[in-house]
């Protein structure tokens, strides 16, 4: 919501106790969060508000009474972490403000961190999905009865998911790019990630190919006055949203027949361990995906080393 706006415009907000729309304002103008982290937050907090009562009166034993109930639910040890960090953040922030006599969650602990990550794709599997997506754009292009969008919309398809397991960009980067982003001649591409953090990351020939026919060919038909300087289109000419390219990323992979892994972030995964297969180190890896910290992308190293265990079973005689 932009400021001066209208809150009763925005259904959330309106739904929502006062404390903790004030602190969604303070997430969105003062750290600068971006819109799906601010909709996990303000989620979070809403849950336990609805759970637990007035956030003014909460306790460390309501937060962890309520962590408690989650966790007997079946919730995953990474999303309770998320909840108990959402929590953390809103009392802390009133404990500043004065809302808050003292921060109750000052003293919560998270559970261990699961290492757990979604099973990525193998070489074959991302060759037969661009492949896949580039086949299609052709069809449409000779199709007995032309649909320009259905055409243009097809080379979109094949340039997301080019760029995505080219740069292991997250979904709500590759929504945010404009036309402006892009340093075409060197093929690089400006990113602005978690807490408005740029970084500028390379992509490869065949990302490059992808993108400039959708650039000519494709966005032109789509293109309309709400277009602004999006990279990516709708079908109506606005900015792509995050659920569209994971509705065209989940579509292509489930014609590959393979269970193995769903979703944008799936592309992010396989990009980041075939980088580390193909001998980059960690910190470059670090670095191209924007982790924050090295740790995070420690977790990659676990998959690589599942295969290496995997090819020395089956190659050694005495495995």
């Known amino acids: 919501m932009a400021p001066g706006q209208d809150r009763s415009a925005d259904p959330a907000a309106s739904a929502e106790p006062e404390l903790i729309t ?24 809403v849950q336990l508000a609805k759970r637990r009562g007035p956030l003014e009166q909460i306790s460390l034993a309501g937060i962890r009474s309520w962590l408690g109930e ?40 998270t559970a261990r961190r699961s290492n757990h990550l979604p099973d990525v794709l193998q070489h074959q599997h991302v060759e037969q999905l661009t492949s896949h997506l580039a086949s299609a754009a052709q ?4 199709a007995a009865e032309p649909d320009p969008a259905a055409q243009a919309m097809s080379l979109r398809d094949a340039a997301m998911v080019e760029l995505l397991y080219a740069t292991g960009m997250r979904v709500s980067e590759l929504s945010g790019l404009d036309l402006s982003s892009f340093e075409t001649g060197r093929r690089m591409v400006r990113l602005l990630g978690k807490g408005n953090k740029e970084r500028i990351v390379p992509y490869g020939v065949p990302a490059e ?41 989940d579509e292509g992979l489930s014609r590959l027949g393979t269970t193995a892994a769903r979703g ?34 420690q977790l990659y190293t676990h998959v690589t080393i599942d295969s290496l265990r995997d090819a020395y079973g089956q190659a050694h005689p005495r495995a």
């Open 209 to 249: 190919t992808a993108l400039s026919r959708w650039l000519a060919e494709g966005r032109p038909v789509l293109a309309a006055p709400a277009s602004g300087s999006a990279c990516f289109l709708g079908r109506r000419g606005g900015r792509i949203d995050v659920r569209t390219v994971r509705r065209v990323v």
């Open 22 to 45: 004030a602190f969604i304002d303070h997430l969105r103008h003062e750290r600068g969060l971006s819109a799906q982290t601010i909709r996990a937050y303000r989620g979070d907090l």
């Open 139 to 142: 069809e449409a292009a000779h």
């Open 264 to 297: 944008p972030h799936a592309l992010r995964h396989t990009a980041a361990t075939h980088l580390l297969e193909g001998g980059a180190d960690l910190r470059t890896v670090q670095e191209l995906l924007g982790h924050a910290s090295l740790s995070t992308t």
């Open 70 to 109: 989650l966790h007997e639910a079946g919730l995953s040890r990474n999303t309770l972490n998320r909840k108990t960090a959402s929590v953390r953040a809103f009392t802390a922030w009133a404990h500043r403000r004065g809302h808050l006599p003292e921060d109750p969650s000052a003293r919560l602990r």
